[in-house]
């Protein structure tokens, strides 16, 4: 792929932009360790609404997305639509009771709220399922995103692509903890959710498209616009196991298990 200059200023301008927010925090986060992990418990809710929604928006989100909807529909969104439950829980409930709790970590909260051995057996299972082999994964999954778009966008190996993205991140994090998060996060969301919209609106104007009308009237996308999963019935009037096994997995599962 071909960057012009302004496209090669934009990528050195994120970059830059990132790498200060950091080493504009970094006073402040070596202050203290609650200041670093919890930037001083200060922050306003708006900020920290922001980045836990800019935390799941990675590189590799928006092709998540259009596979789920192309595959799926838009009731397919429902596999993470789910966690809007637990997710409202914890801003309006269990956030004040952990702010009460004075818990630095999620682990130290399990030290509050269990005890014994079935409790270090908890702390452990926790820490090895989500330190280790969930965030494996998922830093995994966002990496390979990072590998190709690097590769096809920038012409850079595998290997370049994910040392230049780790070094960023990791230098950010280490100088500014979380308030260079937060900030980071606010300013990295606005610039993806911009461009994203911005592709959106370029698309829907392409002659293939025709507009937002001419999209959702076509023919051929009038099963996929269903906000929730459509059980359809076969010939025998009974519900097809495909669509059954749709309804199940996309939307009763992930209701059912809630567990952020």
């Not at 925090?25 to 418990?41: I, V």
């Not at 998060?181 to 610039?191: E, G, M």
Request: glycine content about 10%; cysteine-free; overall charge neutral.
């Amino acid at each position: 792929m071909q960057l012009e200059g302004i496209d090669w200023a934009i990528i050195i301008a994120t970059f830059a932009v990132t790498l200060t927010i950091g080493l504009y925090s970094a006073r402040r986060a070596g202050s203290g360790t609650t200041e670093f992990f919890l930037s001083g418990r200060n922050m306003p809710w708006w900020l920290l609404g922001i980045s836990m929604v800019a935390t799941t928006f990675s590189s590799d989100t928006p092709n998540l997305v259009t596979d789920i909807v192309r595959k799926n529909g838009v009731a397919g969104n429902w596999v993470w639509w789910a966690f809007l439950l637990t997710g409202m829980l914890t801003v309006f409930v269990y956030a004040r009771l952990w702010r009460r709790s004075g818990a630095l970590t999620d682990i130290e909260f399990y030290e509050l709220r269990y005890s014994g051995k079935s409790a270090a057996f908890l702390r452990g299972f926790r820490a090895i399922y989500l330190g280790f082999f969930f965030n494996v994964i998922i830093m995994a999954a966002v990496s390979l995103a990072a590998i190709k778009i690097g590769g096809i966008m920038l012409g850079l190996s595998p290997l370049d692509s994910l040392l230049w993205a780790s070094f960023i991140t990791v230098t950010v994090a280490a100088l500014g903890g979380l308030r260079a998060v937060l900030h980071s996060d606010l300013f990295l969301f606005t610039l993806a959710m911009v461009g994203a919209i911005a592709a959106a609106v370029f698309a829907l104007r392409a002659p293939e498209v025709g507009g937002l009308g001419a999209l959702i009237a076509a023919p051929v996308l009038q099963d996929s616009l269903s906000f929730f999963p459509q059980l359809e019935r076969g010939a025998d009037g009974s519900y097809t196991t495909a669509s059954i096994d749709l309804f199940v997995s996309v939307l009763v599962i992930p209701i059912a298990v809630q567990w952020w």
